[in-house]
């Protein structure tokens, strides 16, 4: 059984411009979810899915950060315009139903943006 | 008042010894708790998850929950320097979301 797996494992941007991660979850697992973390902190939550539909959003997604999960699969998120503000780990987790919320973390992607 | 609080260490303890770690929450609907361990530059592994008041045990890992005390804690057991990491808490409120401290980090020297 693989584990989630993310990519890139790295990102630099200049501010400004936009940039999308991918997330591959656990096989079979329903659950999806974003985490940013930045140096110092705990993972924040940013959104979650249940399959396709796209459940909770944190009130630190602003409107330039999206999130997919278009046929319960894979995910992405998106975020228009960087800023320097946005450079952490973004880390996605998946879960399954049946563990009673045990998330596993992807390696995550460290974006930088100059 | 922040939701879930740990001390951030670090905590240093010989090897060999009993590492003991702490964190209180604020939401007492809070239904499941985790401990995950995270090393320097990758990302979160769980290691202990629980959800009943008590003890449960996983090889050198204990992990204990007071519901009426709103506190969790971590023991692990024969201490090694490879356990030398930060300990995330983390808290499940009401929704699938995780809430998770700062984390503590642990220092096991030889």
């Known amino acids: 059984d693989t584990g989630v797996s993310q990519d890139p494992r790295h990102k630099i941007t200049k501010r400004g411009q936009n940039v999308t991660f991918r997330c591959d979850p656990i096989s079979e697992h329903n659950r999806l979810y974003w985490y940013r973390q930045t140096l110092g902190q705990g993972p924040e939550f940013l959104t979650y899915?249940?399959?396709?539909?796209?459940?909770?959003k944190s009130r630190l997604l602003s409107d330039r950060f999206s999130a997919e999960r278009p046929k319960g699969s894979f995910s992405t998120l998106e975020i228009q315009r960087t800023e320097q503000g946005d450079s952490a780990m973004y880390l996605c987790?998946?879960?399954?139903?049946?563990?009673?919320?045990?998330?596993?973390f992807g390696p995550g992607t460290r974006l930088t943006v100059t | 008042q922040k939701e879930v609080e740990q001390n951030s260490g670090p905590l240093s303890v010989p090897e060999g010894a009993i590492a003991s770690l702490n964190c209180t929450y604020s939401d007492r609907v809070s239904q499941s708790f985790f401990w995950y361990r995270q090393y320097s530059g990758k990302s979160p592994e769980l290691i202990m998850s629980?959800?009943?008041?008590g003890d449960k045990e996983d090889g050198r890992f204990t992990a204990q929950l007071n519901k009426a005390s709103q506190y969790v804690s971590l023991l692990i057991r024969d201490s090694q320097p490879s356990d030398s990491a930060t300990y995330l808490c983390?808290?499940?409120?009401?929704?699938?979301?995780?809430?998770f401290g700062t984390g503590t980090r642990l220092q096991v020297f030889p």
């Open positions: 987790a998946s879960s399954s139903g049946d563990s009673m919320y045990e998330q596993y």
């Open positions: 899915f249940q399959n396709e539909a796209q459940l909770e």
């Open positions: 983390a808290v499940n409120i009401e929704t699938d979301k995780l809430i």
């Open positions: 629980i959800y009943s008041n």
